[in-house]
């Protein structure tokens, strides 16, 4: 008790420090020392909570947990979520200890919301024993940090199996990564999938018999109609967010937050003011000019972007790419290769680079098939943005591609520059 | 003229942009107005000698790399290696290279028995070497991203393929990078390594028509401002 007291305060001075001296919220820091010090802190403090939910995978995971934080907190349920993509132990951490009072008691929540790391999962549920646990999908990414898929399906295998307690776990059925989780008698397990699914695996699963199906009507630039339900097609529901694989996100939130006994009804309505997560084909406008800010971060994620705005691609319109490589990007640049920018260049008349790799991508989308003339590849966005107002038609929409730290730049770049009101990223892990 | 691209097990070896190479091929042979196909050659598929007129053979993640292995013992590593006697131009990279070095001696665990192109041998490393790399090579400087574990080291009468200028190249300890027999090349360069040396796209395209129409081949002078703007701005930082 006394150290995880000492471990809670040492937390907060850390957060109030930091808070204090370089105006940036939360961050990992606190969490990590208060780690330190009580090492079964996330275990002490997420116990208190009633239910609490661990999503992980390798794309969608922030999406889905925001939507099921969307969702609950439109029904009056009161939730702690790591929203800032924090997945790591000390990220988890930092938000529990900041949301306890000073003696290590959490009060107002009802249930967490916890996106984990692929490789911090095992960790994570170890420490938090989640009553729903989430496995998204499964992509080849940053191989020399999580390691090869195999290793993780194994780690992920072993963990649920030494989890003793009562548990269900949501599984997406289309993805054969995940196709052979033990049913046991501690737990439950449902399945969720898309029929003829036009999402590429790595591995697509050949078992159809998913507890939720849905089918997809249509899909714009502002919703992606379905229709889905338990047996046959039930319910028809508008999730506005565009790309096929964001239907997977809501089709898993819905099942936990029915679990969590929330009505089919109350769902549908609550998820009609849901906003994409930071970044995530989040809509702006910039000098007039419309804009889709979509994040890129791995070979896999990228193709499924590029597929998703392909067709909303019109004669005038402009993609602007950002390609950093900084660590939380991955030094590594080589992954811009796998991604297949092949598939939109045909759609398109104007190319826009920047970032510290511009010129790697300017290659990419030249190989790629773009006439040189048609790739500008400028030293940061605001030339960017001068030289789209000043040459290019006004009909003209921007299809912003960034990396993970380039996307912090543009925010904090739209933010200062007005076309923006809130900077959300205040609390970005260290 | 046209060239077979063949892909050696690209279903299974395709790591860290390795697919790149085979897209740069595609397209500075175009700009020669050179026809191109690419063959994929894997589990499951025959190859004979004159199947394919390049070589490709990229990295793979461990457990890939024992399958291809073993098919390579079978049959497909003997015609690889009447392939490159006859002097068809190859190349490979990380897990590629290694298999066409000796063998690859993990920490613990069996040898892989590599086929022998290449007078060299690999021995599972503790420490990952990661970062970009400069190699000072008879087509100038080449410049990659590196991602092994694995440590390759060439017997005293082999050929390196150059000289590490920054990174650490074969084994970080000798300043060697890669490996080159006949007109095959082996090297730790993912990047992808192709399209920002367009020499070396160049000089496998040549050598592949020269070998394949068996006359003396000269490219025409081709358009390479994005390579060299992209070559410029990677070495100026690094």
Known sequence: MIRLIVAVLAGKFIAFIIRTFTQSGGSAAPGLVALYIDSQLVHKLAKQIPKNIVITGTNGKTTTSA?????????????????????????????????????????????????ADEAAFVDIISQIRPAHIILLNLFRDQLDRYGEINTIIEKWKKALEKASWQKTLYINGDDGHLGDFKKESNTEIQTFGIVDSPVHFEKKSDNINFDIKSQILSTDIDNTEIVFGHNGFGKKVQIPIVGIYNVYNFLTAYLVVSDLQISTEKIIDSLVSFKPAFGRME???????????????????????????????????????????????????????????????????????????????????????????????????????????????????????????????????????????????????? | ???????????????????????????????????????????????????????????????????????????????????????????????????????????????????????????????????????????????????????????????????????????????????????????????????????LTDWLIKTALQIKYNKEITLSVVDSIFENKARKHFLSED
Not at chain 1, 98 to 109: D, H, V
Not at chain 2, 60 to 82: C, N, W
Not at chain 2, 122 to 151: C, P, Q
């Open chain 1, 67 to 115: 939507m099921i934080a969307h969702i609950l907190s439109r029904n009056d349920v009161r939730i702690i979520h790591n929203s800032t993509g924090s997945n790591l132990s000390r990220g988890v951490a930092s938000k529990l200890l900041l949301q306890s009072s000073w003696s290590g008691k959490i009060f107002n929540a009802e249930v967490g919301i916890w996106e």
């Open chain 2, 1 to 199: 003229m046209k060239l077979t691209i063949g892909f050696l097990y690209g279903d299974l070896m395709n790591i860290y942009g390795d697919t790149g190479n085979i897209i740069a091929l595609q397209y500075r042979a175009k700009l020669h107005k050179i026809e191109t196909e690419v063959k994929m050659i894997s589990i499951g598929s025959s190859y004979k000698s004159h199947d394919a007129d390049i070589l490709f053979f990229g990295g793979g993640q461990d457990s890939s790399q024992i399958e291809v292995s073993k098919d390579l013992q079978k049959t497909k590593g003997k015609v690889i290696k009447q392939e490159v006697e006859r002097g068809l131009p190859l190349l490979s990279i990380c897990g590629g290279y290694q298999l066409l070095g000796e063998y690859y001696q993990p920490d613990n665990g069996e040898k892989l028995p590599g086929i022998g192109v290449f007078g060299a041998y690999t021995i599972a490393g503790a420490s990952r070497m990661i970062g970009n790399i400069v190699v000072d090579s008879n087509w100038g400087k080449l410049i990659g991203f590196e991602n092994h574990s694995g440590k390759t080291f060439l017997h005293d009468e082999t050929t390196k393929l150059g000289s590490v200028l920054s990174g650490f190249g074969n084994n970080g300890e000798d300043q060697t990078e890669g490996c080159i027999y006949k007109n095959a090349i082996g090297c730790y360069m993912h990047g992808s390594l192709l399209p920002k040396n367009p020499t």
């Open chain 1, 283 to 430: 809509k702006i406008r910039v000098k007039d000019r419309d804009g889709l800010i979509a994040l890129i971060k791995n070979p896999t994620a990228t193709t499924q972007v590029l597929e998703t705005i392909k067709p909303m691609i019109k004669k005038d319109d402009i993609l602007v790419i950002i390609l950093n490589d900084n660590i939380a990007d991955g030094t590594d640049v080589s992954w811009i290769w796998d991604a297949h920018f092949e598939k939109i260049t045909p759609n398109l008349s104007k190319v826009y680079i920047t970032g510290t790799r511009r010129f790697d991508m300017a290659l990419r989308v030249l190989y790629a098939g773009m006439k040189k003339e048609s790739i500008h590849a400028e030293k940061n966005i605001d030339t960017i943005f001068t030289k789209i107002a000043e040459h290019e038609l006004k009909e003209g929409r921007m299809f912003i591609l960034p990396t993970y730290t380039a996307l912090l730049e543009l925010q904090e770049y739209l933010t200062k520059k007005g076309y923006k009101d809130e900077q959300w990223h205040k609390e970005v892990k260290l």
